[in-house]
Structure formats: C-alpha cells, structure tokens
C-alpha cells in the first residue's frame, strides 16, 4: 500500500512572502510519480506541478517549486512571492501501482 | 490537458433515493475516475471506469451502492444509490493524462456537491 502524509492542516503566509508546504509519502514501487494539486473553495482540482521519481531534477513551475528528496521520500512545495490567489487547500498526491493517493491537505491562508 | 463537466454542480436529495452524476470530457480518453470527498477531507477513489469493461472498485466501495457506466470514451456515469446522510459528500470525476507522452497526471472535473437530508 502507498500513504501520503501531510503533517501541517494549516499554514498562513504574508502575501509576498514565501512559503513551504511538507509532504512524506511511502511506496514499495520503483516507478512513482508525485503531485501537487490545489483546490480553491470553488472546489476544482487543480494540477500545480509534477515531479517524475525518475528525475533527480527538482520541478519548477513560475511561482511553485518542488524539493524532491527521494531516499528521504519527501516532496514539499514552495510557493514563492505569494499571491490572494494562491489560498486554497493543497493536496500532495502519488501515482504508483495505477492509484493515485491523496494526502489529507493543507490549507494555505495568504495574509494581505 | 481535458476539459471535463460534471452534471449537476449540486443537488440535494432525500434519504432513500438515487442519483445520478455525468461527467463528459471534450476528448477520448481510455481511463476516468470517480473519486469522493467527504466534508473537509481528502479525495478517496470509488472505482476506475475504463470503455466496454466493468468499473473495478476499491475497498468499501461496491458496484449495487455505486454503479457505473461508461457508453464511450467521451462520458461516464456514477449512480450514488439509496442514499443517506452519510452520502453527502463532493463527488469528482477525473481523467488520466496521455500515458504515451508520459501523462500520469490526472485532470478533474468541477464536482458535484450532493446533500442527502
């Protein structure tokens, strides 16, 4: 079985400043893939950013950035300068074995 | 990436009854999701529906509780049957990215927020 944890229910963050979300998951598969998704209070499911198991290359998308640390198995989110519009729930999810598994959220505050 | 759009964005329904949910995406795709999301927690998949194959469920999930249909690689249906206020939840449909360029993503659709009273 694959987990995702998300430690932190809540974090807020002064609007331009920087934040960093944490996620740990565990999977006995050696081909993986881990995401970001966001979900504002509209409720879409938004896809933030991608990182490939594969790939030692940290994921980089504008604002959003990842650090993958795979023997550590750690993927946390870094949202940089940010913005009113980033306030939502975020969810860190893992592909593997043809699932996808959701972490239980964090839900991001952006402080005027 | 799709576009994806679930009918209706929101019901409310009375205990003992069904509904049922549509989720049509605007190109083929061989794989969808039905997933929910109950009352601030996360998403749980239901079940994997692919074209002209049964649904394959997950745990806790069965077929006479949840059945699905999937006519065709543009639209799938999810049935939430015999309902009670324990069904009240947000139900999401979601597609797989293009497997054949790497796409294990998956894109979703705006959800249907259903109440059972």
Request: aromatic fraction near 10%; hydrophobic fraction near 30%; charge should be neutral.
């Amino acid at each position: 079985a694959q987990t995702v944890t998300q430690s932190q229910p809540e974090m807020s963050v002064q609007e331009a400043e920087t934040v960093t979300l944490s996620c740990t998951y565990d999977t006995s598969e050696s081909d993986y893939y881990l995401f970001w998704y966001k979900q504002p209070p509209s409720r879409q499911m938004i896809l933030v950013i991608r990182q490939e198991a594969y790939k030692q290359q940290n994921a980089t998308e504008n604002r959003f950035s990842v650090n993958f640390q795979k023997a550590a198995k750690s993927f946390s989110l870094k949202i940089s300068d940010s913005q009113l519009g980033d306030a939502a729930m975020y969810f860190c999810a893992l592909f593997g074995n043809e699932k996808l598994t959701f972490g239980t959220g964090t839900r991001l505050t952006i402080i005027p | 990436s799709a576009v994806i759009s679930q009918k209706p964005s929101r019901d409310i329904c009375q205990r003992g009854t069904s509904l049922t949910i549509q989720c049509q995406v605007d190109s083929q795709v061989t794989m969808m999701f039905w997933y929910r999301q109950q009352p601030g927690q996360s998403l749980t998949l239901i079940a994997t529906a692919n074209q002209g194959s049964e649904a394959t469920y997950e745990s806790g999930f069965v077929i006479d509780k949840f059945p699905i249909s999937r006519p065709n690689l543009t639209f799938s249906t999810l049935t939430v049957s015999n309902m009670s206020p324990e069904d009240s939840s947000i139900y999401l449909c979601s597609v797989g990215g293009p497997r054949d360029r790497g796409g294990y993503e998956q894109f979703f659709g705006p959800g249907t927020r259903l109440t059972v009273l």
